[in-house]
């Protein structure tokens, strides 16, 4: 990194993380909403969401080679720039078709931003605390997701959904500008990897090398997290529509999510201690998920709605968290932008086959058996953790005895 230092480097890409993430939660929740208004079904609603997810499912592992070579700040601006032209596409083309194209180059890009943010706190410098500095970061970026549904609900209720891409457009010009200015080039003194020929070479060795087994239970505890939270990213505002709530009401029940996982990120040193390490951590947190999620259809006062949104982002503020530390620490700095640009990809992954198996769902069986799929899903995928734990406390238990 330069020599501006790490703490100011840190509350840089905190700020543009806040406004970055603010802007693209002004438009996630309400493109569902979007869609169904366009006539689609909950299969066609589905299979949009993962047509649209397709691209930026191969763009992380690319993005994270960009970040080793060029550094992290030309990245973080190219996914703003190329995030906010994609909107003014959709402002002047209002339609499913374009839909699909716009969304695409929209995920894209986020994708290059958020492998980009997430190296460049990986790499603020050695000696610092990756959870604390990883679970501020996600509070930061939960900070944007929590006040921008409830502007975007507003805008959607009284402009419609055309006029906010074009207001999500110039918002985030303006974020780019605001990383241009906070956050430096970067680049690492080992930032960089070999080129031949015209492209970028990808080495299945490197992968083999970095990821190693505590890697790979953080990247498929991120998986199966994504996977199982999609029913409620994609079904959850066409059910409190369909319930008889506006859009407003939508990004308000968003909002208490995020700020939820804020309170819980900021504290999620205290709650690693608490639990006695990131393992028990994690299993509790899928755990939570899970119970969010299975809950979900018995909700429809506004009381239940809000505790629901609680739990879940009691889940997801510590899930997604522990994943990045976990695999930002298991790596050295120079591996960092690749290693969390393929948990990105599997999390990219999740997002592409998740709106398709629960599109099905929804479509078969209703709202209800969808929201506790996802939850039988998580219980499922925890007890494999669960029991890899106590074989690891009793292994280390005999060590010492």
């Known amino acids: 990194m330069s020599s501006i230092p790490a ?14 993430f603010m802007g693209f939660s002004m438009t996630d929740p309400l493109v569902p909403l979007m869609v169904t208004d366009l006539g689609a079904s909950p299969r066609m609603l589905g299979v949009l ?13 690319p993005a994270g080679m960009l970040v080793q070579h060029y550094g992290t700040r030309i990245p973080i601006i190219m996914g703003c720039i190329l995030s906010a ?6 402002y002047f083309f209002p339609s499913f078709r374009a839909l699909l194209c716009g969304l695409t180059i929209y995920n894209i890009a986020k994708i290059i931003l958020i492998v980009a943010a997430q190296a460049h706190v990986g790499n603020l410098g050695e000696g610092r605390d990756a959870s604390r500095d990883f679970g501020h970061y996600a509070a930061a970026t939960s900070v944007g997701q929590l006040i921008g549904p409830s502007i975007s609900g507003l805008i959607f209720d009284h402009y419609g959904g055309s006029f906010l891409w074009l207001f999500v457009s110039i918002f985030l010009l303006i974020t780019a500008v605001a990383f241009f200015v906070l956050i430096d080039s970067g680049k690492t003194s080992k930032a960089h990897i070999e080129i031949k020929g015209s492209s970028f070479s990808f080495k299945i060795n490197q992968v083999k090398k970095i990821l190693d087994f505590n890697v790979v239970v953080a990247i498929l505890s991120s998986f199966i997290a ?33 700020l939820t996982s804020i309170v819980v990120r900021c504290l999620m040193p205290r709650i690693i201690n608490l639990t006695g390490g990131r393992h028990p951590a994690l299993i509790f947190s899928l755990f939570a998920l899970a119970v969010g999620l299975g809950s979900t259809s018995f909700c429809h006062s506004l009381w239940a709605l809000a505790i629901n949104s609680m739990i879940v982002g009691l889940g997801m503020g510590l899930a997604l968290p522990l ?40 479509q078969w069986w209703g709202f209800s058996l969808a929201f506790m799929m996802g939850g039988i899903i998580l219980i499922i995928a925890d007890l494999p953790i669960f029991f890899y734990w106590k074989r690891k406390q009793k292994s280390n238990f005999s060590t010492r005895s």
């Open 226 to 258: 994504v996977f199982a939270n999609g029913v409620r990213g994609t079904f959850f505002p066409v059910y409190i529509r369909g319930i008889g709530y506006s859009a407003f009401v939508v990004g308000v029940m968003i909002s208490i999510r995020a």
């Open 85 to 90: 032209l994609s909107c003014l596409f959709l």
């Open 49 to 61: 969401m993962s047509l649209t997810s397709i691209g930026s499912c191969f763009t992380a592992i």
């Open 323 to 362: 994943g990045m530390a976990t695999v930002s620490e298991g790596v050295q700095p120079k591996d960092r932008g690749l290693a969390l640009g393929i948990r990105l990809t599997g999390n990219k992954l999740a997002n592409i086959l998740n709106p398709l198996f629960f599109g099905l769902v929804t």
């Open 7 to 20: 703490s100011r480097q840190f509350f840089g890409i905190c700020t543009g993380a806040i406004l970055a």
